[in-house]
């Protein structure tokens, strides 16, 4: 059944709406809309790391020094460069770091690495195994550990620009690099005299590394290895500390009773010196 049609006179006038109501509804619409729709995060883009402004990098002294530029935006990736650059005054044409210092190859490697996050040699897959691309620059075999230094160079200044992923990086490297006794030696007088004796992730490696070895490579650089102990004591004591905790390790294994027993009377005695 059809509904009846109602009809509203001529004249009749038609209810409206206040007018603050309207303006009370807007707002309301309005004080929802930015929690509907929050803002994106600007992405950056490459592009705007290339305009920023260019940092004039001097690394070495003297003869010695060589100029670097990068740019300001890729520098400030490390918190030690954002807070040089902090300080250059607004709109300064001209900006300089002094890297009196610093090695210039490890310097290149770490701006590598600020704007591609890698250096070479690179890793030839993504596995945490990966062995590293070849470097033609390095001889082979290695008997003078350029290639651990170099990654040890790099280790260090990632620790002094607070970049601790290129620590890492650096770290994980140098256990992928194989080289000689000679070689190893050499990398670890470089650990021993450049990083702090608290650095436990780089130098008890070092120690590791001689102290289940030792017996070996002691023979292939033992000059070096007397001379390495001589220089840094440390070295020789946290490579004979190992040793000892190796020996106890063992003999807990097979529960061999100690040969010798403090304030026992069945102790080796200390030998007679002759006097004939």
Not at 135 to 161: C, E, M, N, Q, V
Not at 218 to 228: I, P, V
């Amino acid at each position: 059944m059809a509904q009846p049609e109602i009809q509203i006179p001529e004249g009749t006038p038609v209810e409206e709406t206040p007018a603050g109501d309207v303006e009370m509804e807007e707002e309301v619409e309005e004080s929802i809309l930015p929690d509907l729709e929050p803002e994106l995060p600007v992405r950056t883009t490459f592009l705007d790391y290339l305009k920023s402004p260019i940092i004039e990098l001097a690394v070495g002294s003297g003869d010695h020094q060589t100029t670097l530029w990068a740019h300001q935006a890729m520098l400030i990736k490390s918190p030690y460069f954002a807070n040089l650059c902090a300080q250059f005054p607004e709109g300064a044409t001209q900006r300089r770091i002094d890297l009196p210092t610093e090695d210039l190859a490890a310097t290149g490697s770490v701006l590598e690495y600020l704007y591609n996050n890698e250096y070479f040699p690179r890793r030839l897959s993504s596995a945490k195994d990966s062995a590293l691309e070849p470097d033609p620059s390095l001889p082979s075999p290695d008997t003078t550990g350029l290639a651990l230094l170099k990654h040890a160079r790099i280790y260090t200044l990632a620790d002094k620009f607070q970049l601790p992923a290129l620590k890492s990086l650096a770290h994980a490297k140098i256990h992928r690099t194989s080289s000689t006794a000679k070689g190893e030696i050499a990398y670890a007088r470089y650990v021993y005299k450049e990083t702090s004796k608290d650095d436990v992730t780089i130098r008890r490696p070092v120690a590791a590394f001689w102290a289940t070895r030792s017996h070996v490579l002691r023979h292939d650089a033992e000059e070096e290895f007397k001379a390495m102990c001589l220089e840094f004591p440390q070295f020789g004591f946290d490579v004979l500390s190992l040793v000892l905790d190796q020996k106890e390790k063992k003999t807990e294994a097979r529960h061999v009773e100690p040969s010798v027993v403090p304030g026992s009377a069945h102790g080796r005695k200390r030998a007679r010196v002759s006097q004939g």
